[in-house]
């Protein structure tokens, strides 16, 4: 019988989503309660972006092992083990060790998880069903963003409060509920997602031996992987290219933990002093409703307007915004529904702002060996909030938040130099007559 997408491609999407999400910021705010330092926080959770940044040098081994199928469920009964291990080491006195090892197992497993769920998305639906269920595919990936920074965050404030303060002890529930809800996602992927005809293992077949297909070795997958790097950095403008890559989001690299940190930090200590309640509600919810909603309207302006005419307001939506934390950080409101504005501001601002970078990588990555440039293209955009990630806490620790903040708008002039190196095709992105009339027939 035939299984519905439904049944499968939302759930397939969120399971995708709430690893990632959990790895990179809600480590933040458990490392903070267990009284980490802003330095080590930074530095440990930056780092667990690293599978993410070499995920596609492993990534053609996913298509020669198993199936497409196999690895998903696999990694899901790996992160359900995972995150059990996270919840049964947080109460011991070896937490910290156990914890980063532990992190570092979910990232490679979800960045896992993320190629073979991908691939498995294009073998289980044809082309009319690929389309139609992308947006489908990214709101559940955002719910997995709401749930993990809000409902998550709400459920550990809501259980130190019911247990008096028993920090370690709510953590550890929570990542049990997680375990349980990726035990439950396995049992649920393995009746209802559906088994193509074309999800095999060793199905990269490009060269003939005798007249005849024939599989490819490790060793030439490999020399494919060196053409394909070599490929990427001889194209025209690599060097600006890899710059703007990597220097595209740098004053949002610095501010990604350590907004975090500040909004929860005590206001003796220079933070806000929110609640994990109230942060849940703030920067889980307000602020992912404002992510979404910036990078919706930046889609439908680039795509009716193309890439050149909006890249320079997006390049200022990205940066200026930043602002907020300035003003926070002097003023330091009590006013909840002042916070919730002007966290929605900055992250409307990124989420529109971000439309600029994604449709640059998608220009670069065209040509041959689309597909893999595209990989390295994300390896580099991981990389790009990596490296400047583990230095931000220590920076912070030397200039306070204040300062640090200053710092970040004074980065900003980073993002624009970048920006202006690039070259594209001022055509990039609009959507042409040609298309308008076959849609009009």
């Known amino acids: 019988m035939k299984k519905s997408p439904w049944a499968w491609v939302p759930s397939l999407y969120f399971a995708e989503g709430l690893p990632n999400v959990i790895v990179a910021e809600l480590s933040v705010l458990m490392y903070q309660q267990l009284g980490l330092s802003n330095a080590e926080i930074a530095l440990y959770t930056s780092l667990f972006y690293l599978p993410w940044v070499i995920k596609p040098f492993w990534s053609p081994f996913v298509d020669i092992l198993k199936t497409k199928r196999w690895w998903i469920l696999a990694m899901e009964l790996l992160l359900g083990a995972a995150f059990g291990g996270i919840a049964f080491s947080i109460p011991t006195s070896f937490w910290l060790q156990a914890t980063i090892c532990l992190f570092w197992l979910l990232a490679f497993s979800s960045a896992t998880h993320d190629i073979a769920a991908d691939g498995f998305y294009m073998l289980g639906l044809n082309e009319h069903d690929q389309a139609w269920f992308v947006g489908i595919r990214n709101t559940f990936y955002r719910i997995a963003s709401?749930?993990?920074?809000?409902?998550?965050?709400?459920?550990?404030?809501?259980?130190?409060v019911a247990?008096?303060?028993?920090?370690?002890y709510s953590w550890s529930i929570v990542f049990y509920a997680v375990a349980g809800i990726f035990i439950g996602l396995y049992l649920w992927h393995n009746y209802v997602m559906p088994r193509p005809k074309a999800d095999v293992a060793n199905k990269v077949l490009t060269h003939k031996k005798n007249g005849k297909a024939a599989k490819q070795s490790a060793g030439e997958i490999w020399r494919e992987i060196v053409e394909t790097v070599v490929t990427?950095?001889?194209?025209?403008?690599?060097?600006?290219?890899?710059?703007?890559?990597?220097?595209?989001?740098?004053p949002e690299a610095l501010l990604s933990k350590i907004s975090i940190l500040f909004l929860r930090d005590f206001p003796h200590a220079g933070g806000l002093g929110?609640?994990?309640?109230?942060?849940?509600?703030?920067?889980?919810?307000?602020?992912?409703?404002?992510?979404?909603?910036?990078?919706?309207?930046?889609?439908?302006l680039a795509s009716r307007d193309g890439l050149k005419k909006w890249l320079w307001p997006m390049v200022l939506a990205i940066t200026?915004?930043?602002?907020?934390?300035?003003y926070l950080s002097?003023?330091?409101?009590?006013?909840?529904w002042l916070i919730n504005a002007c966290v929605f501001i900055e992250q409307f601002g990124y989420g529109f702002g971000f439309t600029a970078y994604t449709l640059y990588l998608i220009y670069y990555s065209q040509g041959n060996f689309k597909t893999s440039h595209y990989a390295i293209c994300t390896g580099l955009m991981a990389a790009s909030m990596m490296l400047p990630g583990m230095l931000s806490g220590w920076l912070e620790?030397?200039?306070?938040y204040r300062y640090f903040f200053l710092l970040v708008i004074g980065a900003c002039f980073v993002t624009f130099i970048?920006?202006?190196?690039?070259?594209?095709?001022?055509?990039?992105?609009?959507?042409?007559v040609e298309e308008e009339q076959i849609e009009e027939d």
Do not use: C, H, N
Not at 232 to 248: D, E, G, N
């Open 163 to 168: 247990f008096r303060g028993q920090i370690k």
């Open 274 to 300: 929110l609640s994990p309640q109230e942060f849940s509600f703030v920067y889980g919810t307000i602020g992912v409703i404002g992510l979404l909603g910036g990078g919706i309207l930046g889609g439908i």
């Open 330 to 336: 002097y003023a330091l409101p009590e006013s909840l």
């Open 320 to 326: 200026v915004p930043d602002l907020v934390y300035v």
């Open 146 to 160: 709401i749930f993990s920074k809000g409902l998550l965050i709400w459920l550990a404030g809501f259980l130190q």
């Open 397 to 400: 620790s030397k200039l306070g």
């Open 232 to 250: 990427f950095f001889r194209k025209p403008y690599a060097l600006t290219a890899v710059l703007f890559m990597l220097l595209y989001r740098f």
């Open 418 to 432: 970048v920006t202006a190196l690039i070259k594209f095709d001022p055509e990039f992105g609009k959507k042409k």
